[in-house]
């Protein structure tokens, strides 16, 4: 992790608490200045960060800014230490992208990724997000844009990926926001006549045999819709980190 990582992961797990500077530069093996400059840099990348004199620096509670070390935090808190580190090996967060699945599909290419380690792929905003039959899928920040590589030999599944997956994605909403939502027939999520998720699903072939090699499971949720309809207002690093957990469920490998 470079320096603004390693701070905000300090800040993300005193959130709502002040860190002093001259803490965060010992454990760091930081200067205070460049602890400063870091700080400033979050502020200005959104962070809620409040500075004072002879109390350090505090992340306030309605920070609510996608990053790895936030997800991470809260992944650990959901299932084991091994298994965490192995998915946080494999995530990724942008902040911005054409498409969370395009990405995908460029790290599959390059050879980034084994497509067994359940790569994960999120993006703050998405400027080419793309939905159903090359429909474009409204990405603003604010929302929950994030893609997984799945290998489909690894899957412990019945019914259509799909279907499982949106299943899966309204157990997970309707748990975190407290908000009852309905599954369309094209596996889109509804909160009344709002749409608050769409998921885009699209199979990678062997050219020679034809046979799936992997599936690529697209997820944009529209966070903001959800909170202005729900009481309860989770972070979306939570709910990154309970979808990935639940992916961890779906997809493990075979003993």
Not at 13 to 25: I, P
Not at 61 to 81: F, P, V
Not at 219 to 232: F, K, M, P, Q, V
Request: hydrophobic share 40%; charged share 25%.
């Amino acid at each position: 992790m470079n320096t603004k990582e390693r701070i905000i992961q300090a800040l993300e797990e005193a959130k709502g608490k002040y860190v002093s500077g001259e803490s965060l530069a010992d454990d760091f093996g930081l200067s205070r200045n460049a602890v400063w400059k870091a700080i400033n840099d979050l502020k200005k990348a959104g962070y809620n960060i409040e500075s004072v004199r002879n109390r350090g620096y505090m992340l306030h509670e309605s920070s609510d800014i996608i990053s790895k070390a936030g997800i991470a935090l809260c992944l650990h808190k959901m299932i084991s230490d091994s298994m965490a580190n192995g998915m946080l090996d494999k995530l990724c967060v942008y902040e911005n992208l054409d498409s969370t699945n395009t990405q995908a599909k460029r790290e599959m290419v390059v050879g980034n990724f084994d497509i067994s380690d359940k790569t994960v792929i999120v993006a703050r905003t998405q400027s080419s997000g793309r939905g159903h039959g090359g429909t474009d899928f409204d990405s603003p920040d604010g929302g929950i844009y994030l893609s997984i590589i799945l290998d489909p030999k690894m899957l412990h599944v019945t019914a259509p990926i799909t279907e499982t997956v949106a299943d899966m994605v309204k157990s997970v909403i309707e748990e975190l926001y407290g908000i009852k939502c309905d599954r369309k027939a094209d596996n889109s999520l509804y909160v009344g006549k709002d749409k608050i998720c769409g998921i885009l699903t699209e199979a990678v072939s062997d050219l020679e045999t034809g046979v799936y090699s992997s599936f690529i499971v697209g997820i944009g949720i529209r966070s903001d819709i959800l909170c202005g309809a729900a009481d309860i207002r989770p972070s979306k690093n939570l709910v990154i980190a309970t979808l990935i957990a639940e992916f961890s469920k779906m997809s493990t490998d075979k003993a």
